[in-house]
């Protein structure tokens, strides 16, 4: 892109949103696979956000939405995006009705400030942000949560949405009350799209009352089938947990509150210290009363090892929840995965993919909602050197091949070079041309995202 263009484009796009909120410079924040955007563009309201994605369009200039991009590799190398349209500034609570148990917001609004004005009327979304800077409309357009998956999904408590189509009309689905039946579902069609068929702008939610009392328990197993057949009493029993959570021995190292900063490169040892754990874990947050909690503790039994509330427990759980993150942050050449099963092939999985990563010379480490069998794994490298980007290729698609018929595998983060040679996203779904449809349909002129998704 040459400099006279790039001047032009922040020039116009200055007229939109003024001259402070277009910039060309900083470019290096919003940098994804080496690809560098040539504006970033802060809109103040849907209106504005309208205006920039609809002049876009109009000059087949491509738009990456970004909230508090704190997902910046995810998805295939985009094949450029001009415009990083940041969301930052849309950080308004648009409605909130305490009583009747829901509120509206703009995508901008980071989760933890959400959470904490919910607080103030003892009330709660269930979602553990999985990094600070996580915002709404990040969430709704990765749909990757954290461990409460487990008791609610985004899709289940997300009422609402308005968006920006990519030929920059306003639209919305669904709507200010829990139950909305009108129209098409778009709402689930934009959540977990990646930015690529709208720009979401403000989302409605279903709140819930925060739990007067929590507690969890921590139980340790030899081997991973002893640990889910754990997991299959309790999801057999009346117990209701918020979470629960199964960790490898070699994720233990990144669920320990203490294991924050980067390794010392000359020292890198990941084989060492990870591998002193031989034990599989599994942690259960119940809520209720006294009564209730030590009803929990007797049906767990003598496998609990830890009972944990107050600060211990939020830490425990805000681990799990940044396990992605504090992986990347000691070992920044670790590929993350994304991994759905059933639960009954929870074990056949978890055989997959130990013997993926092992074959390919890299150390598996995961956690995951046990209850849902959707698996966070990560593919730690041997040494400080990177592995080729054959070796990630090949240790993705190798699991993929020996997955469970209906199980997937979606490469979340790895080395740019390493994409060049596989889809992150897997096999095309029997779909794709559906999904295609859908594409052409919202955004005509492929601006949103371009490249980034399957389609």
């Keep these: 892109m040459s400099a006279t263009f790039s001047v032009s484009l922040r020039e116009e796009l200055a007229a939109l949103v003024g001259d402070a909120n277009a910039s060309d410079a900083g470019l290096d924040r919003y940098t994804a696979d080496e690809v560098v955007p040539s504006v970033v563009v802060h809109p103040a309201s849907a209106t504005d956000c309208t205006a920039v994605v609809g002049h876009a369009s109009e000059h087949d200039w491509t738009l990456l939405p970004a909230g508090g991009f704190t997902r910046r590799g995810i998805g295939n190398i985009p094949e450029r995006f001009d415009i990083v349209l940041g969301m930052s500034r849309m950080d308004s609570v648009l409605h909130y009705d305490a009583g009747d148990l829901t509120i509206g917001v703009e995508a901008g609004v980071k989760l933890a400030m959400l959470q904490q004005t919910l607080a103030e009327h003892d009330q709660f979304l269930p979602i553990h942000s999985t990094n600070p800077d996580q915002t709404v409309g990040g969430l709704l357009?990765?749909?990757?949560?954290?461990?409460?998956?487990?008791?609610?999904?985004?899709?289940?408590?997300?009422?609402?949405?308005?968006?920006?189509?990519?030929?920059?009309?306003?639209?919305?689905?669904?709507?200010?009350?829990?139950?909305?039946?009108?129209?098409?579902?778009?709402?689930?069609?934009?959540?977990?799209?990646?930015?690529?068929?709208?720009?979401?702008?403000?989302?409605?939610?279903?709140?819930?009352?925060?739990?007067?009392?929590?507690?969890?328990?921590?139980?340790?197993?030899?081997?991973?089938?002893?640990?889910?057949?754990?997991?299959?009493?309790?999801?057999?029993?009346?117990?209701?947990?918020?979470?629960?959570?199964?960790?490898?021995?070699?994720?233990?190292?990144?669920?320990?509150?203490?294991?924050?900063?980067?390794?010392?490169?000359?020292?890198?040892?990941?084989?060492?210290?990870?591998?002193?754990?031989?034990?599989?874990?599994?942690?259960?947050?119940?809520?209720?009363?006294?009564?209730?909690?030590?009803?929990?503790?007797?049906?767990?039994?003598?496998?609990?090892?830890?009972?944990?509330?107050?600060?211990?427990?939020?830490?425990?759980?805000?681990?799990?929840?940044?396990?992605?993150?504090?992986?990347?942050?000691?070992?920044?050449?670790?590929?993350?995965l994304q991994v759905n099963t059933t639960v009954s092939d929870t074990a056949a999985t978890i055989a997959a993919i130990e013997s993926a990563a092992l074959d390919n010379n890299l150390l598996p480490a995961l956690v995951g909602r046990a209850g849902l069998a959707v698996l966070a794994v990560a593919m730690v490298p041997l040494s400080v050197d990177p592995p080729s980007a054959m070796q990630y290729a090949s240790a993705a698609s190798s699991l993929r091949a020996a997955l469970p018929a209906g199980s997937s595998a979606i490469v979340l983060r790895c080395p740019t070079e390493a994409k060049r040679h596989f889809d992150v996203w897997g096999t095309p779904s029997s779909d794709i041309a559906c999904m295609r449809a859908v594409k052409r349909a919202m955004d005509p002129k492929n601006i949103l995202s371009r490249g980034r998704f399957v389609v």
């Design 141 to 336: 357009a990765t749909a990757l949560q954290g461990p409460m998956q487990q008791w609610a999904a985004v899709r289940d408590f997300c009422i609402g949405i308005s968006f920006v189509t990519g030929d920059g009309k306003q639209a919305k689905a669904g709507g200010r009350v829990v139950k909305n039946v009108a129209g098409y579902d778009l709402m689930k069609l934009l959540i977990g799209s990646h930015g690529s068929l709208g720009v979401i702008t403000s989302a409605n939610f279903r709140v819930y009352p925060r739990p007067k009392q929590t507690r969890s328990f921590v139980m340790r197993f030899g081997g991973y089938e002893e640990a889910l057949a754990m997991r299959d009493r309790i999801v057999r029993s009346p117990l209701a947990p918020l979470c629960l959570e199964i960790a490898s021995p070699r994720a233990l190292e990144y669920l320990n509150p203490s294991a924050v900063e980067p390794r010392d490169p000359d020292h890198y040892s990941p084989a060492s210290p990870i591998a002193r754990e031989t034990h599989w874990e599994i942690g259960l947050q119940a809520a209720g009363s006294d009564a209730v909690l030590s009803r929990c503790a007797r049906e767990l039994g003598p496998a609990v090892t830890q009972a944990l509330d107050g600060d211990a427990e939020s830490k425990l759980w805000e681990c799990f929840a940044g396990f992605g993150d504090r992986v990347l942050g000691r070992y920044g050449n670790s590929m993350l």
